[in-house]
Each structure stands twice: as C-alpha cells, then as structure tokens.
C-alpha cells in the first residue's frame, strides 16, 4: 500500500484502485475527461453510464452542487462520512463529464467513511468512481490486481449493505434505494422524506 503513489498517479489523470467501506472502486480526478472515459473503459460500461464522486470533505459539497437545501445539509451533517448516497443539481460552473456528456442536471455523491480514501482525496479534491470490476460485476471484496494501475490494497474488506440513496428534485427529497441508512433514521433528520414509489 502506497498512498503517494496513487496520489501522484490521480494527479497524472491516471486511474487508480481505492478502498471504500465494502468495495474496490476504480476511481481518478473526477475533472480528467481522459481519465473518467478510460474508468469506464476498464469497466466496459455501456455509452451513457455515469460515474459516481465521492469527496473527503463534506464542506467540498459547496462547491461542486447547486443550491444546496437546508434538508441536504442536514443529511450529510448527520450520516456523512457512510453510505448515504445523495443525487442532487451540479454547479453549473463546473466543467467535468462524468459519463453523460454533461447531459444530465444530477449527480451521485458521498463521503465514504474509509479513512485510507479519505486521505488521498484530500491531496487530490474530487474523485469519480466505479466499482472496481465489470458492469454487472459484483463489486470486489479484494483489490482487483492490474499491473498497470496503481492500488492502495488494505487487504480483503468485509461485506456489508449498499448506501443509501437520496434524490432531490425541486426541493423535495424521496429515498430511491434503501440500504444502510432506514426510513425511520431519515426521517429523524428530514421529517418529510419519502420512498419512492414504483
């Protein structure tokens, strides 16, 4: 495990290999056009897929997203870092593609609570990521060995649940994945948070 290696290599606008809570994630500078599109080339998503960011501070989220709610504050002040996933408006100052040439007016972010990641991300600011194995693929318990690709391996991770997953449309707030944050949890924070319904 090198952490300065896979540093320097993010800051090359090279891919890389993380740990987060569960799962391996390719992950590289969520602003490298170049270094996103070979993500999802290791990955061989399909034209369109996009990738997720993640970010080592939550303070980052002022800059990155749009009119933030007080709701969306408030989640990531009480379950960030962890797996609560929010989908939310992009600054659209920001120029990045992160697979849906800049087509889409949402984006998937979180703060994982690994705390090897966290590190690196804050020498490095935003990443995009992918789990670390091919579409469809379950996400990897153990760093994927690629020679070309440097890795920050801690050893085998243990499984756990999914995150949790918060859209915001319009202001309002519905869950669209439950996993490890539950309803009650949520709506200890934001009374008015609906499951999406199908």
């Not at 915001?168 to 309803?183: F, N, P, Q």
Request: glycine share 8%; with cysteine; net charge negative.
């Amino acid at each position: 495990m090198n952490s300065e290696r896979v540093i320097a290599a993010i800051k090359r606008g090279e891919v890389v290999i993380l740990p987060l809570e569960h799962s391996y994630a390719y992950a590289c500078d969520a602003f490298s056009y170049s270094a996103v599109n070979r993500l999802h080339q290791l990955r061989n998503d399909p034209k369109g897929v996009v990738a997720q960011v993640i970010v080592g501070r939550a303070n980052t989220l002022e800059g990155i997203a749009q009119n933030l709610s007080t709701e969306i504050k408030n989640l990531v002040a009480e379950f960030w870092p962890g797996l609560l996933t929010l989908k939310i408006a992009p600054n659209q100052n920001l120029n990045w593609d992160l697979g849906d040439a800049g087509a889409l007016g949402e984006f998937a972010v979180r703060m994982p609570n690994q705390i090897q990641t966290l590190e690196v991300m804050n020498k490095t600011g935003p990443l995009a990521i992918a789990s670390a194995t091919l579409a469809g693929m379950a996400p990897p318990q153990i760093a994927p060995v690629d020679p070309n690709l440097e890795a920050l391996d801690i050893g085998e991770l243990t499984p756990g649940p999914l995150s949790t997953v918060i859209t915001e449309v319009d202001g309002k707030l519905t869950i669209s994945r439950l996993g490890a944050h539950t309803l009650e949890e949520l709506r200890k924070v934001v009374s008015a948070i609906e499951v999406l319904s199908d």
